[in-house]
């Protein structure tokens, strides 16, 4: 039979005949239905009691750096990484959001730290950058992670802290199978088995944490076993070091001459006056005497330290060669040795006595300077003389190369004599340092007697 809004067929249930726009609406309430279960089935829950709110980090690339793997030290190197963090593991991309996307997808290998068991911490000794800090994971690897903009890796820093505390305090378990991901420069959140690590067994836990710690333990053992080792090595070294005067006697090591004290230098050279200073005075007088500003001028300082090299290393030296043709490269030599003595030629204890000559009245100032400069040592003494008798005979020039005693006096005054302490006026030793030199000049041959002599 036929009824209407029914249509009976043999063992068939009848059917409503709806009105079209009522048809509709379940159409689209199905529709929509089907949509949410879908994406229901599309998204991974976490278990009750471990959903965290997903921390954003909005910054910039990080710089990264990875100085050991195994334990074993690596060249350090920076680069520029895209920086994923997900609940177990922290990933690397050399470009950005489309390779992380990309390498997300199963089947995709980023390059990861994994965070089970790491230990993070600040570092400034590790890298000369600012705003560093170092992740050290069980197996031995080593990464420095840096930004320019402190509150950037500070950011990284407190979410992946707080992911490796997540995962110490046993909320690992569910957290690494859920890869909740947080990326710089993101405001989404990516929900994707990125690592598909299966469930970890509390045993199993248990067991990475123990092989954890012993790495630790026996990481900083080895390390501080190391360093007690190295300064073990040193301190025999140093024990066992021969002295000096065992490496003179051998020849392994020579004295120099610049530098070295007028006693100490003429004991060795068994002479009373520097065997340097007798060659170049010599070497002036043969083709130097007539130079335009002699002493007054400067020579190369770079060929001057080559002279002083060569002499220092007790080489044969001749000073006519080529090499030391100009003769203010001789002339400033001379000057260095004596202005780099350990004391002046002039001793420091005569210094103030000599000021106190140069005061008294003309006849008295010349028998005084006389008497303090024949108290002197022998080897400063015989240098003195020899020294003034050579600027006398350069004076007697003076029509040649244009020096004056005063011009002289200038040069040589606080180069052969200083106080061994500048407690007073360095202008006001300056001037009686030339007053001195200047006296003696004028009065050489009545306080050291004709040459020769």
Partial sequence: SRFHGFTNYRNKQPAMVLPGAVQMRIKSSQSSTGERLSQTKSMVLPEPGTLQKPTILKGEYLNKAKIAEGG???????????????SNQLLFFKESKQEAVANLKPGGKPDGVDLCGAVIEWTTEKSSRKNVFQITTPNGH???????????????????????????????????????????????CLSRPTCEPTKPKPKETKSENRRSIMFKLNYSASDSADKNGVKNRLKK??????????????????????????????????????????????????????????YRVSGNLAIIQKLRFLVDQEEELNLGDSQWEDIHVITGALKMFFRELPEPLFPFRFFDLFVEAISKEPTQKVQALKKLIHQAPKPNHNTIKLLFHHLRRVLMKSQKNLMSTQGI??????????????????????????????????????????EGM
């Fill in 142 to 188: 080593e990464f420095l992670l840096q930004a320019d903009h402190f509150p950037t890796i500070s950011k990284w820093y407190d979410a992946i802290k707080k992911a490796v505390d997540s995962l110490s305090s046993g909320a690992g378990g569910q957290s690494c199978g859920r890869a909740s991901l947080h990326r710089s420069n993101s405001t989404e």
């Fill in 72 to 86: 074993k030290k690596l060249r350090k190197n920076w680069n520029s990484t895209w920086a994923v963090l997900c």
């Fill in 237 to 294: 070294f140093i024990s066992r070091r021969p002295s000096m005067k065992t490496l003179q006697e051998k020849g392994l090591i020579k004295d120099r001459v610049f530098g070295c004290h007028m006693l100490t230098l003429c004991e060795r050279e068994r002479t009373t006056v520097p065997t340097f200073v007798k060659l170049c005075i010599e070497e002036v007088e043969k083709r130097g005497v007539e130079a335009d500003g002699i």
């Fill in 409 to 450: 006096s200038i040069v040589f005054g606080p180069t052969l004599m200083w106080p061994e302490f500048e407690s007073g006026n360095m202008e006001v030793n300056m001037v009686y340092q030339n007053q001195i030199v200047e006296s003696i000049l004028i009065e050489c041959v009545e306080i050291f007697g004709p």
